[in-house]
């Protein structure tokens, strides 16, 4: 019933900047969380940013403090805006949606909906 798709990656130089964005089609009241999830070769899946339903919550992961914003301008739109990137940012990037929690989830298994991800390179 929830569509996404991740768009916005690409190559980019250390110290450059990406914006990544997931639309969602379908029914989505049921996206009150959207998560940004990284996978790099032979690495686990690992939260990168979360945003609650309102967008005033968020989490980080701690490399990428300071340097991410995740953002939402509406149900159907999230941003992550990536700067200052470093070679080991360097994954594919999937954005998730989460029905109403307590807490923004850190874990994919709480994710019900998966874009298709999206490739980020960072090169030194």
């Known amino acids: 019933q929830v569509q996404l798709v991740e768009s916005g990656g690409g190559l980019v130089q250390a110290g450059g900047s990406l914006r990544l964005s997931c639309a969602a089609s379908g029914r989505t009241f049921s996206n009150y969380i959207v998560g940004w999830f990284r996978q790099a070769p032979g690495k686990e899946r690992e939260v990168v940013a979360g945003i609650g339903w309102l967008g005033g919550r968020t989490v980080y992961e701690d490399t990428v403090k300071g340097r991410f914003t995740i953002s939402r301008d509406n149900a159907n739109l999230t941003y992550l805006q990536m700067n200052r990137l470093k070679p080991e940012d360097t994954a594919v990037y999937y954005c998730?949606?989460?029905?109403?929690?307590?807490?923004?989830?850190?874990?994919?298994?709480?994710?019900?909906?998966w874009g298709q991800g999206t490739q980020v390179t960072v090169s030194s």
């Open positions: 998730a949606t989460s029905g109403p929690r307590l807490a923004i989830p850190l874990t994919s298994n709480e994710y019900g909906y």
